[in-house]
């Protein structure tokens, strides 16, 4: 059974920074490509980053290109999106996924298990 289990969500103010986790098990996680979403409120879920099977592919959503970095270490089952200079629309909940597929994609469809996310609020 695959699990996601997201952390490092949690209150920052504009301008600031954090990092997200997100652990993987019940797959071998090293053949997959990987990917972060969000969900603000009232809105539909979208697209942040993803990185592929061996992290050296990645691709983000306009809006966060040059503050989000996704990463991931296959040796600890884990990717990462570090998040800086954060604003206020960043605000939503962060779901990371795992692909059934090596390489990197922005499609929902492509992505076969969710974690439950992790609420990022940046206040103004």
């Known amino acids: 059974q695959v699990q996601l289990v997201e952390s490092g969500g949690g209150l920052v103010q504009a301008g600031g920074s954090l990092r997200l986790s997100c652990a993987a098990s019940?797959?071998?996680?090293?053949?997959?490509?990987m990917g972060w979403f969000r969900q603000a409120p009232g809105k539909e879920r979208e697209f942040v980053a993803t990185?592929?099977?061996?992290?050296?592919?990645?691709y983000y959503t306009d809006s966060v290109k040059g503050r989000f970095t996704i990463s991931r270490d296959n040796a600890e089952n884990t990717v990462y999106l570090q998040m800086n200079s954060l604003k206020p629309e960043d605000t939503a909940v962060y779901y990371c996924?795992?692909?059934?597929?090596?390489?990197?994609?922005?499609?929902?469809?492509?992505?076969?298990?969710w974690g439950k996310g992790t609420l990022v609020t940046v206040s103004s």
């Open positions: 996924a795992t692909a059934e597929k090596r390489w990197a994609t922005m499609l929902v469809h492509e992505y076969d298990y």
């Open positions: 019940g797959r071998t996680f090293s053949s997959y490509a």
């Open positions: 990185i592929n099977w061996r992290g050296t592919n990645t």
